[in-house]
């Protein structure tokens, strides 16, 4: 079974600083994907970045990118110029790629989320 | 366009109540699940299910009931509600089974049982 786990229970940063939130993952699979979700105060879960191991550039979306490390499972997310709707829960996910015949159609296992404050 | 809408946002019960939450999604997703989300724990899967008629146990199902009698509900029933099933539950949806794209989730119940 799949495990993920953030080490780091709340973060705070300050407006328009850098802050990296940490996650890793325990796995036998050679594929598979890893995300990144956000969810405000409002509870919507909302994707806010997604990586497929098997390519090796690190995902990125605009202020959001990771450092994905394959072979030290690890899947860090980094927020540069932090704003104040940045302030939320992050978790970390981790997908199997479906197989026929399988159970592992569509499964997220999450990590147990980061809260990361936003200062002004 | 509504996406994946849940009802009620949130409830109470006393131990031994039965309900159902209600799950509906208008993008024609093959693929629906429902989480749960308690403190310090992330969030776990219950059930879900590949396509109207096909249902399958998640991480966490004892308690829990469900059905997929059409493509856009996928309900979850407490047969008989306890005290640890007071959490928040989240519905989710993937256009397809064998679809890595992204999950589109529900706003979420958050339920209390006393």
Known sequence: ?120 | NAGVTQTPKFQVLKTGQSMTLQCAQDMNHEYMSWYRQDPGMGLRLIHYSVGAGITDQGEVPNGYNVSRSTTEDFPLRLLSAAPSQTSVYFCASSPSFTSTDTQYFGPGTRLTVL
């Open chain 1, 1 to 120: 079974a799949q495990t993920v786990t953030q080490s780091q229970p709340e973060m705070s940063v300050q407006e328009a600083e850098t802050v990296t939130l940490s996650c890793t993952y325990d796995t036998s699979e050679n594929n598979y994907y890893l995300f990144w979700y956000k969810q405000p105060p409002s509870r919507q879960m909302i994707l806010v970045i997604r990586q497929e191991a098997y390519k090796q550039q690190n995902a990125t979306e605009n202020r959001f990118s990771v450092n994905f490390q394959k072979a030290a499972k690890s899947f860090s997310l980094k927020i540069s110029d932090s704003q104040l709707g940045d302030t939320a829960m992050y978790f970390c996910a981790f997908m199997k790629p479906p197989n026929a015949g399988g159970t592992s159609y569509g499964k997220l296992t999450f990590g147990q989320g980061t809260i990361l404050t936003v200062h002004p």
